[in-house]
């Protein structure tokens, strides 16, 4: 099992539409939890990150945590074709940061 | 890609051949990160430094090596490039625990070993 599952894709979601991005971690210890969006041919960038259970929103951003079930998700409100990128989720505990496989979004206009 | 460069951005070379990628920052930052990126494999790290001269191993370290001279440059050296380095690598710094703060990537190296 790896440490941080996402599915890889691609997510394909119309313009105006919530896109929902989930992510699954092994580690119960894990205390910290990160977003990154990449487009293509770029760096990683970071999204917003969550420490504590409940949702967290940034903008059409809203990013939820629920320990218990050592899931994070990411929705994105009214996606725009701008949002098309893949989507990096990265967990945090005991000292270092696994990231996922990350999710190709597509947004159709 | 603010206050993090990298050096050469692109590079092809033969397997044998030892490879340097730099990357340098500016925000004096003490914690750099040397990560590779393949598909269907995510960001995995190599070697990651804490200080000036103090360096560790990441999950993928193999074949790699590093060093930190001074704070703001961290040399990844592939002492003799195989076909299976060839790959994307990003720099990466953060102001403190790796598990904890932000992490910023620089623009990354895209390396071909033929």
């Known amino acids: 099992q790896k440490e941080v599952e996402q599915n890889s894709g691609p997510l394909s979601v119309p313009e105006g539409a919530i896109a929902s991005l989930n992510c699954t971690y092994s580690d119960r210890g894990s205390q910290s939890f990160f977003w990154y969006r990449q487009y293509s041919g770029k760096s990683p960038e970071l999204i917003m990150f969550?420490?504590?259970?409940g949702d967290k929103e940034d903008g059409r951003f809203t990013a939820q945590l629920n320990k218990a079930s050592q899931y994070v998700s990411l929705l994105i409100r009214d996606s725009q074709p701008s949002d098309s990128a893949t989507y990096l989720c990265?967990?945090?505990?005991?000292?270092?940061?696994?990231f996922g496989q990350g999710t190709e979004l597509s947004v159709k206009p | 890609d603010a206050g993090i460069t990298q050096s050469p951005r692109h590079k092809v070379t033969e397997t044998g051949t030892p490879v340097t990628l730099r990357c340098h920052q500016t925000?004096?930052?003490?914690?750099m990160y040397w990560y590779r990126q393949d598909p269907g494999h995510g960001l995995r790290l190599i070697h990651y430094s804490y200080g000036v001269k103090d360096t560790d191993k990441g999950e993928v370290s193999d074949g790699y090596s590093v060093s930190r001279s001074k704070t703001e440059d961290f040399l990844l050296t592939l002492e003799s490039a195989t076909s299976s380095q060839t790959s994307v690598y990003f720099c990466?710094?953060?102001?403190?625990?790796?598990?904890?703060?932000?992490?910023?990537f620089g623009p990354g190296t895209r390396l071909t070993v033929l």
């Open positions: 925000e004096n930052h003490r914690y």
């Open positions: 990265a967990v945090g505990g005991r000292g270092k940061l696994i």
């Open positions: 969550i420490y504590s259970n």
């Open positions: 990466a710094i953060s102001e403190s625990d790796p598990s904890a703060d932000t992490q910023y």
